[in-house]
């Protein structure tokens, strides 16, 4: 039943940067740990960050240092923050929730990064 949502993604150089927004559906938005996926061409999908409910990060070593997870739940939004891009970041990044046994995915917005 949870909907999300995003935005955000685009066409960026090597070394640039982009902000994903992906907004939630529903009034229990603060209690949900959220996270960042993506999928590469030919690759499985990949964990890239996660923010739970009491605002704890972590990252996939591979964009650890370069990109932010972060969360206002007023907007029921978390952002995912991604500065000096590299090609291989390359991927369709997927929003996720999860509250207990429920969780949810959102469509998919591609980032594609150019050398």
């Known amino acids: 039943q949870v909907q999300l949502v995003e935005s955000g993604g685009g066409l960026v150089q090597a070394g640039g940067s982009l902000r994903l927004s992906c907004a939630a559906s529903g009034s229990i938005f603060r209690a949900m740990d959220m996270g960042w996926y993506r999928q590469a061409p030919g690759k499985q999908r990949e964990f890239v960050a996660r923010i739970t409910s009491g605002g704890l990060t972590n990252y996939a070593d591979s964009v650890k240092g370069r990109f932010t997870i972060s969360r206002d739940n007023a907007k029921n939004t978390v952002y995912l923050e991604m500065n000096s891009l590299k090609p291989e970041d390359t991927a369709v990044y997927y929003c996720?929730?999860?509250?207990?046994?429920?969780?949810?995915w959102g469509q998919g917005t591609q980032v594609t990064v150019t050398s």
């Open positions: 996720n929730s999860v509250l207990g046994h429920l969780s949810a």
